[in-house]
């Protein structure tokens, strides 16, 4: 360090912006990882109450159709069964008052264990259940009966309404289906309680749907009811997200239910329903193949390194069944603020700077000019060079001050003393050179 030389006013000038540099830098630190936590706790929170939406969603879909059958099934055994035989008409008024007033639901039926069958479906005038029917143009709901005949055959005959309730047409004939093999009945009767069905696609329609099935009193059969889950996706499209996110839900398999994804990473990414997570190879989706891990949020480095905050939530609305939601997004997308606070930082870094240099330059000119007399004054003391006045320092700095003072007192006593020297050397010569002539002279009369 003895072997740096600085300037004064160079070294002021670096040090002021070396310190709004280091201010700058510690303040950029502060704010990121304040802004991060921030980010994490905002998607978190958001994360959260996103779950919980799409948890009550379900429950609504699933937990008001298991009340309803439930409901249903305890009203009273005739209602459904007469003399061993299926009652064919008192459900049926029931079952179009509620399908009318819930467009989620595609049918309401019941199945005894003689195989016996009353079903109302919502057709609601759409083509592809009108066409998989063979239903008349304005079919709004249609019911269908199976019954055993005396000589052992079944029949199936299919009556249709239209928006009124009016009957519109009918046609009739035989059929293989069994109610009592079906896996809603089995199940149901298995649980000997309200059972729900793992998701599949209706065949009549090709929607998304599940089965919500209690057992008739005395397990005389099952009642059940048909969800479709379209209105699921419909939801996911509502849900408000970050610009880069995703939304899914899968069964308790890890099959997709419904997703939604916006961005570059996600957007216009579309999955027929119940394609397995295994299937899917966009590897920042990798967290849907994850069915055991749930609880908070987290970050976790996906695709090419990048961080996203990743959330999974389990819902359950029937004991047994559960469902699995996961919300990811970049951790960017939450960042935005600290982006721009840390551009407003630089900003103010850059004015702050342009601002503290000129005025660091012309502070430090007139000391710096003081210095560098100083600095030349010294040098002159140090070859001995006396021939120059003591400058008076041109600061309001006392140190500035006390050393030039010092300096011309110390130049002003080397000189005196130097000047005395001199005198002395000269006296000292002068009888050095008497003392010669003295020495050399033999004859005594002439020194006497």
């Known amino acids: 360090m003895s ?10 000038l670096a040090s002021v912006a070396a310190l709004v540099v280091v201010v700058a830098a510690i303040f950029l630190f502060t704010v990121q ?5 921030l980010a994490e706790e905002s998607a978190a929170s958001r994360f959260t109450l996103i779950g919980q939406q799409a948890d009550a969603k379900l429950e609504s879909l699933v937990v008001q159709s298991g009340r309803f059958v439930t409901a249903q099934s305890r009203v009273g ?49 759409d083509l592809r259940i009108m066409a998989a029917l063979k239903a008349p143009e304005g079919s709004y709901f249609s019911v269908r009966r ?23 047409g009918s046609r009739e004939q035989e059929t293989e289906f069994k109610p009592t093999v079906r896996p809603w009945y089995k199940g149901s009767m298995e649980i000997g309680g309200l059972a729900i069905t793992a998701p599949y696609v209706f065949a009549s329609t090709g929607e998304l749907g599940l089965t919500v099935a209690i057992p008739l009193p005395n397990k005389a059969g099952v009642l059940g009811t048909d969800i479709l889950l379209q209105s699921l996706s419909q939801f996911l499209l509502q849900v408000k997200l970050s610009p880069n996110s995703a939304i899914a839900l899968q069964d308790a398999g890890g099959r997709i239910l419904a ?30 193949k994850d069915t055991k891990t749930l609880g908070e949020s987290r970050i976790l480095p996906l695709g090419d390194g990048d961080k996203y905050i990743v959330s999974q939530y389990r819902s359950e609305p029937i004991p047994g069944n559960p469902f699995r939601v996961t919300i990811l997004a970049p951790v960017s997308d939450f960042s935005g603020g600290f982006d721009q606070a840390r551009n407003n930082v ?25 210095l560098t007399r100083l600095a030349a004054e010294s040098e002159r003391i140090k070859h001995f060079d006396f021939s120059g006045e003591p400058s008076k320092p041109e600061t309001f700095l006392y140190e500035v001050k006390a050393l030039a003072d010092a ?7 080397i000189k005196e003393r130097t000047a005395q020297l001199e005198v002395a050397q000269h006296k000292l010569e002068t009888l050095v050179d008497n003392g010669l002539l003295f020495s050399s002279e033999k004859n005594r009369s002439r020194l006497l």
Request: proline share 4%.
């Open 259 to 288: 997703f939604q994804g916006s961005g570059q990473r996600f957007g216009g990414q579309n999955f027929a329903a119940l394609t397995p997570a295994e299937k899917i190879d966009n590897p920042y989706l990798a967290p849907l």
């Open 146 to 168: 199976i019954v055993n005949a005396l000589d052992g055959d079944r029949s199936e005959r299919w009556e249709f309404l239209d928006r009124d309730r009016k009957p519109i």
């Open 77 to 125: 055994l005739d209602r459904f069964i007469i003399g061993g035989r299926i009652n064919a008409e008192d459900m049926v008024q029931a079952f179009l008052g509620s399908l009318e007033a819930d467009p989620t639901l595609y049918s309401h039926y019941f199945g005894l264990a003689n195989d016996e069958f009353l079903q109302v479906v919502a057709i609601r005038e």
């Open 407 to 413: 300096q011309a007192v110390m130049q002003s006593s």
């Open 3 to 12: 072997n740096l030389n600085v300037r004064y006013q160079n070294w002021v």
């Open 346 to 370: 630089m900003l103010a870094s850059l004015a702050v700077l342009l601002l503290a240099l000129p005025l660091a330059w012309f502070g430090s000119r007139r000391d710096a000019r003081t």
């Open 33 to 37: 990882r304040t802004f991060s936590q």
